[in-house]
Every structure is written in C-alpha cells, then in structure tokens.
C-alpha cells in the first residue's frame, strides 16, 4: 500500500496507513470514524468574581446617601472593578476543540485545540485517509 501523506505538521502525521501524535500511533484498519469533540470552558471563578462585585457594590449604593460617602465609593469602585473583572475573563475564555477517534476498543480523545480551524482541517484528512483505505481494502 502507498503510504500517501493527508496532513503532517509538528504535532500530527496522517498517512494512509496510520496516524500519528507524538509516541501516540493508531493504525488506519483500526479506525472506523473521526469526530470533533467540543469542550465548553469553566465560569465558576469568572461567576465568583461577578456575584464579589455585585455583593460589594449593594452596601456602596446604600451608604451613598449617609455620611460615609467615602466608604460607599471604595465599596462601589472595588464592585465594578470586580464585575468588570469577571466580565472580562469569562468573555476571553474559548471552547476547546477535540479530535474523537473511533476504534474497536470505543471511541477516544486523539487530540485538543482551541483552533477549530486546525482541528477541522486534521479531521479532514484523517476523514480522507479512512475512506481512502475503505476503497484499497
């Protein structure tokens, strides 16, 4: 069998035989599917953050009308600076991408990324190097 090359950067190796990550090797007549996986990131500290601020920010308007002005507006700066923070991190947090490899002996997780882009384009040609291999067998 030729063993024509689908992909092949630093990472990962697709041939027409196997595919290959690091000392990670799966041979192609073991391979029944591919798949990407997706992995939604944790808020909890971002929410953490948020509820702080939100929790600080109450007694700040509160007090604002009384003779501790001074206190109301560190609590107020201290709340938004938290909500703000937390706001911040959850909008920066991405999914992270995974190649499923289907096999014999059940499905596993090949590969993660949070470039979609790259894990679509190494399920692509791990997709074509099967059906390629369906059509030699």
Same mark, same amino acid.
């Given at each position: 069998?030729?063993?024509?090359?689908?992909?092949?950067?630093?990472?990962?190796?697709?041939?027409?035989?196997?595919?290959?990550?690091?000392?990670?090797?799966?041979?192609?007549?073991?391979?029944? &599917?591919?798949?990407? @996986?997706?992995?939604?990131?944790?808020?909890?500290?971002? =929410?953490?953050?948020?509820? *702080? #601020?939100?929790? %600080?920010?109450?007694?700040?308007?509160?007090?604002?009308? &009384?003779?501790?002005? @001074?206190?109301?507006?560190?609590?107020?700066?201290?709340? =938004?600076?938290?909500?703000? *923070? #937390?706001?911040? %991190?959850?909008?920066?947090?991405?999914?992270?991408?995974?190649?499923?490899?289907?096999?014999?002996?059940?499905?596993?997780?090949?590969?993660?990324?949070?470039?979609?882009?790259?894990?679509?384009?190494?399920?692509?040609?791990?997709?074509?190097?099967?059906?390629?291999?369906?059509?030699?067998?």
């Amino acid at each position: 069998m030729d063993d024509k090359t689908y992909f092949t950067d630093s990472n990962i190796t697709v041939t027409a035989s196997q595919i290959s990550m690091g000392s990670t090797f799966y041979s192609l007549r073991n391979v029944s &599917s591919v798949r990407i @996986g997706s992995i939604a990131p944790s808020h909890s500290s971002d =929410i953490f953050l948020i509820v *702080l #601020g939100i929790l %600080l920010s109450l007694p700040g308007f509160c007090l604002l009308g &009384s003779n501790s002005k @001074g206190a109301a507006i560190v609590l107020l700066i201290f709340g =938004i600076g938290f909500v703000a *923070l #937390g706001g911040y %991190l959850w909008s920066q947090k991405k999914n992270s991408y995974t190649i499923l490899i289907g096999t014999n002996s059940g499905e596993k997780t090949f590969f993660v990324s949070k470039d979609q882009q790259y894990v679509q384009s190494i399920v692509g040609s791990i997709s074509q190097s099967i059906a390629d291999y369906g059509k030699s067998v």
